[in-house]
C-alpha cells in the first residue's frame, strides 16, 4: 500500500493589490504523507469540499495591524487555506479517527495535515447534504446566526435589510428574518439574483443595486417607515444611504465590507452624524468569536432544514484546479448562492 500521495495545492504567488488575477494564485503538486508519526496529535484529512469566501481577500494582502485581528495573512509561496469540509485519512489526535468527517480551516490542497482546534468541527449530523458544512452548516450559517441574532437583538415585525443579499450569509439573514415574522428586503446585483430573493428565499422585497440611481431612494420605497435592523455586508455608498433611513435605535451588525476590499484607497462614509441622532448601534463581529455557541446553532437551525423551511442555494465548481477563478469571481458578482468548490466525493 502506497505511503505517500501526490497533493496538489494552490499557492499565493505574491501580496495582492487591489482586484487579485488569476495569475496571483498558482498550481503546485507536492508529496505527502499518508500516515501520522507516532506520538503525534495531528490529523491527515482528505480535503472533499472548498469553501470561497470574501474575507479571504483581505488575507492575500501584506500584512496590516488593523485586519490581524479578521484572520491570519497567507504567506506567499504557501498554500492559501479557508474552510473546507473534510474526511480523516489517518489521526493521531484521542477526539478523530479514520472515517469521521469535519469541517474547519485547512488548506487548499488534496490533502491537509491539521492540529485540531476550536476552528475545527466533527460532523455529526450526515442527513443534510454534506457540502451545506461549507455554507448553511458552516462557518456562514454561523456568521449569519451569530450578527442577526445575537448582535441585532431582532423583534417580530421589525423592517430588516440585507445587502449582498444572495450570497452565502445574507440568504440565511433573510430567512431567519421572515421566520421571526420580520419585514425582509435585499439587495443584490443581477435580476437572476433579485428573483431569487423573492421567490426563492422569501423576502418581501428586492431590488438591483446596479439599476439604482439613488440608493437613499431606493431604500426610501421599500421602507417608507425606515429600518430597524441592517446586516452590512458591502459598506461604501450603500452604508451611506442605510444610515439616512435608519430608524431610532436601529442596530446594524457589521458583517462585511466587500466593496472596500480592492480598493486602495477605501471610500469614506457622510452621513455618520446620523449615528448619533438616531441612536443607532453599529456593532462589527467576527464569527470565530461566537463558535463556542455552534452547538445551539446547530440545535436552532436542522430542525427548520428537514422541515424544508430554510432553504440553500450554492453555487458549485468541480476541481481545485476551477478554485482560484471561482474565488475571484466572488469579488465580481459572478456567483449565485453560496460558492464552493468540489475537491473530491468521498
Not at 488548506?107 to 468541527?121: K, L, Q, R
Not at 423583534?155 to 450570497?167: L, N, P, R, W
Not at 463556542?292 to 450554492?314: C, S
Not at 469571481?329 to 449565485?336: A, C, D, I, P
Request: one cysteine or more; glycine letters at 10%.
Amino acid at each position: 500500500m502506497a505511503t505517500t500521495a501526490t497533493n496538489k495545492q494552490v499557492i499565493l504567488r505574491d501580496y495582492v493589490t487591489g482586484f487579485p488575477k488569476e495569475s496571483d494564485l498558482i498550481f503546485t503538486d507536492s508529496t505527502v504523507d499518508l500516515k501520522i508519526p507516532a506520538g503525534s496529535k495531528t490529523v491527515l484529512v482528505k480535503n472533499l469540499y472548498l469553501s470561497c469566501d470574501p474575507y479571504m481577500r483581505i488575507r492575500m494582502g501584506k500584512p496590516d495591524p488593523g485586519t490581524a485581528a479578521l484572520a491570519q495573512g497567507y504567506n506567499p509561496g504557501e498554500p492559501i487555506n479557508g474552510f473546507s469540509v473534510s474526511k480523516v485519512i489517518d489521526s493521531g489526535h484521542p477526539d478523530y479517527k479514520k472515517g469521521d468527517l469535519l469541517w474547519g480551516l485547512v488548506g487548499w490542497e488534496e490533502y491537509s495535515v491539521i492540529t485540531p482546534d476550536f476552528s475545527h468541527f466533527k460532523i455529526q449530523h450526515t442527513d443534510v447534504p454534506l457540502s451545506y458544512y461549507t455554507g448553511l452548516l458552516g462557518m456562514p450559517g454561523m456568521t449569519a446566526y451569530a450578527g442577526f441574532y445575537e448582535i441585532c437583538s431582532p423583534k417580530k415585525g421589525e423592517t430588516v435589510f440585507v445587502s449582498a443579499a444572495s450570497g452565502a450569509v445574507g440568504q440565511l439573514v433573510g430567512q431567519f428574518a421572515k421566520i421571526m415574522g420580520c419585514y425582509v428586503v435585499g439587495s443584490a446585483g443581477s435580476k437572476e439574483k433579485v428573483d431569487l430573493l423573492k421567490n426563492k428565499f422569501g423576502f418581501d422585497e428586492a431590488f438591483n443595486y446596479k439599476e439604482e440611481n439613488d440608493l437613499n431612494a431606493a431604500l426610501k420605497r421599500c421602507f417608507p417607515e425606515g429600518i430597524d435592523v441592517y446586516f452590512e455586508n458591502v459598506g461604501g455608498k450603500m452604508l451611506d444611504a442605510v444610515l439616512l433611513n435608519m430608524k431610532l435605535h436601529g442596530r446594524i451588525a457589521v458583517c462585511g465590507m466587500i466593496s472596500q476590499y480592492n480598493l486602495e484607497d477605501q471610500e469614506g462614509v457622510h452621513n455618520l452624524a446620523t449615528v448619533i441622532y438616531k441612536r443607532i448601534r453599529i456593532q462589527g463581529f467576527v464569527v470565530s468569536d461566537y463558535f463556542n455557541k455552534y452547538l445551539k446553532f446547530l440545535d436552532f437551525v436542522l430542525p427548520y432544514i428537514r422541515e424544508g423551511k430554510i432553504t440553500y442555494v450554492e453555487d458549485v465548481v468541480e476541481g481545485l484546479e476551477n478554485g482560484p477563478s471561482a474565488l475571484l469571481g466572488l469579488f465580481h458578482g459572478k456567483n449565485v448562492g453560496k460558492q464552493l468548490i468540489v475537491v473530491a466525493r468521498e
